[in-house]
């Protein structure tokens, strides 16, 4: 499976801004799909995730924030990010893996077979 991460520009504090991970290849109806971020000179880390069906995970810093959500018919997933913060700066990658797995497993780089090429975000104070 293909993935294509779009959505990513400038936004202000307290901001909105919204991303798209489309796939091509394969229907991502059985797929976990994860959104991560990767900061200037820091490890890529979690973000949010939705597994099978409409179960979604989120990292403590982007709880009540944003949201993870999955449009199954336009093969998409998307992170609608809210009350944005300059610390939200980072480069955002959607990842894929074609099973169910846990809610804990799901926040694992290492959980993810395929990876889209990454969407810069850069909020301003």
């Known amino acids: 499976v293909q993935l294509q991460a779009s959505g990513g520009g400038l936004a202000q504090a307290g901001g909105s801004l919204r991303l798209s991970c489309a796939a091509s290849g394969r229907s991502l109806r059985a797929y976990t799909m994860g959104w991560f971020r990767q900061a200037p000179g820091k490890q890529r880390e979690f973000v949010a995730s939705?597994?099978?069906?409409?179960?979604?995970y989120y990292t403590d810093s982007v709880k009540g924030r944003f949201t993870i959500s999955r449009d199954n018919d336009k093969n998409t997933v998307y992170l609608q990010m809210n009350s944005m913060k300059p610390e939200d700066t980072a480069v955002y990658y959607c990842?894929?893996?074609?099973?169910?797995?846990?809610?804990?497993?799901?926040?694992?780089?290492?959980?993810?077979?395929?990876w889209g090429q990454g969407t810069l975000v850069t909020v301003s104070s």
């Open positions: 939705i597994r099978c069906g409409t179960y979604s």
């Open positions: 990842a894929a893996e074609p099973r169910c797995v846990s809610l804990r497993a799901s926040a694992s780089v290492s959980e993810y077979d395929y």
